[in-house]
């Protein structure tokens, strides 16, 4: 039988092997890896390159609503489109709740704002507001069609919980079978530090690292895992930025609890001093948790190489910083407490870590391929339809050059941001070609394909462990 599609030549990784082998391809699924390929419609010539399962980016904010003249930069066709270039062809944004609201209603909504998405894409729920109709009705009612991933807040005063809240959450989560992501940072320690900060003249965006210290994450971080120990429900720990909260995931995991750990480029590249920047070009670097120091970098690398963290994620969210409605909106202009918390990251995520990690030797191409798409797909229940190299997986498969050499420019990629907080970075090693369930939908400059994106099923069958040593 002939094949759609063959990709000839390359070098091809998962996150258990690197071997030389050809892939064959038809409807949509990979049907044949290594062997005589016989007759193909295309065959792509991967010599010299590396062909990886596609990266999947399963923490990314997308239209997301943002608060009172505010508007985030991106919607699903920028977003999705840029995530592409990136290498990407899954994604999962956050459908978010906001208080007095309708779970099912917000979902209802979100859901279609991905219609024409580029890539395929699965979702998170946000819950702010744990009424009894949320969590007796509308929350198992989500999980049970298969959104089994929900995300509560330790910081944000409209968007926080207290612990009974994330209790409550936490035990319906367990019951129906879902996981809990958190953001941990301990809002009262932040608001306090911002009061002083204020009180003191001190408003530029420096003062949003100094406000929200390494000491507020880390309490938060220890209060998650321990709410999430009494519960007995598996937790995934978001955007972790520094090695004591490192050492808290460490020995909650050595206590037994059900942890998956994840980080972001920021905390490998950017450093606090960034929000220092003359003119408020600070506020370009505003995000949360904030980027540390050198010495922080050091420490998630460490947690990057041996293994404590899971996922490599962007925390993609994107506002644009010339901008009434972005960060620098009126407020925003004027203290660090009003600059929208966020920045773009969902294309440069795979080309700053297959750069810094595979390329300086920091990590090896299997490490790679499971921090950026299998322990994705496997913490998301989409493994192992998405996330490999396998025959009967999708042919979601990325071609990188690992030789080509970038400057990153903001000019140069593809979301509806008007910078890039890597601007002048330099990378070793690009995604050239991406193909989505066997369609080449990047080439080069080029997208050739464009809404060929769809919702990714999430299977309540046994996907493994989410790790990948």
Request: aromatic share 6%; charged share 25%.
């Amino acid at each position: 039988m002939s094949y759609d599609l063959v990709i000839a030549n390359g070098t091809v990784a998962t996150a258990a092997d690197v071997f030389e082998a050809d892939i064959g391809i038809r409807d949509g699924r990979i049907a044949q890896i290594g062997g005589d390929m016989g007759d193909a419609r295309r065959v792509i010539d991967a010599a010299g390159r590396y062909v990886l399962p596609g990266g999947i980016d399963s923490h990314v904010h997308i239209a997301q609503p943002s608060g009172p003249g505010v508007v985030m930069a991106d919607d699903f066709n920028s977003a999705t489109r840029a995530a592409a270039f990136g290498g990407n062809t899954t994604v999962m944004p956050f459908c978010l709740q906001e208080r007095g609201q309708s779970l099912a209603a917000a979902f209802r909504d979100y859901r279609k704002k991905a219609e024409g998405s580029h890539v395929d894409f699965g979702f998170h729920m946000i819950v702010t507001d744990p009424t009894p109709q949320v969590l007796g009705q509308e929350l198992p009612a989500l999980i049970e069609e298969g959104q089994r991933s929900v995300k509560v807040f330790m910081t944000y005063e409209a968007m926080r919980m207290d612990d009974a809240g994330i209790l409550a959450t936490m035990d319906v989560a367990r019951r129906h079978g879902a996981k809990v992501m958190v953001h941990c940072e301990n809002e009262d320690v932040i608001a306090f530090l911002a009061d002083r900060a204020a009180d003191a003249g001190n408003v530029e965006p420096r003062a949003h690292a100094t406000t929200r210290p390494v000491a507020a994450e880390r309490e938060a971080t220890h209060r998650a895992l321990t709410l999430a120990e009494v519960v007995d429900v598996p937790i995934v720990i978001v955007h972790v930025s520094n090695g004591a909260s490192i050492d808290e995931i460490a020995r909650a995991r050595s206590r037994g609890v059900n942890i998956t750990a994840e980080t972001c480029p920021q905390y490998l590249v950017l450093e606090a001093d960034d929000l220092s920047r003359d003119n408020w070009e600070g506020a370009k670097f505003v995000c949360s948790p904030p980027p540390r120091d050198t010495q922080e970098q050091q420490n998630c690398w460490r947690g990057i190489q041996t293994g404590l963290f899971d996922l490599f994620s962007s925390d993609h969210c994107p506002f644009r910083y010339e901008d009434d409605h972005g960060k620098l909106n009126p407020a925003g202009r004027r203290s660090f407490r009003h600059i929208p918390n966020g920045i773009p990251g969902i294309e440069t995520r795979l080309p700053i870590l297959f750069s810094e990690g595979v390329m300086k030797g920091r990590i090896d191409l299997t490490r790679f391929v499971a921090l950026t798409s299998t322990n994705h797909a496997r913490t998301y229940d989409m493994y192992p339809r998405k996330g490999t190299i396998a025959v009967g997986s999708d042919a979601d498969i990325t071609i990188w050059d690992p030789q080509i050499c970038r400057t990153i420019r903001h000019a140069g990629l593809h979301d509806a941001a008007d910078y890039s907080p890597y601007e002048g970075f330099e990378v070793t090693g690009w995604p050239e070609t991406v193909i989505l369930r066997g369609v080449p939908v990047v080439e080069g400059a080029t997208m050739t394909v464009h809404g060929a994106g769809s919702e990714v099923p999430r299977d309540r069958a046994k996907t493994g462990s989410a790790r990948v040593p």
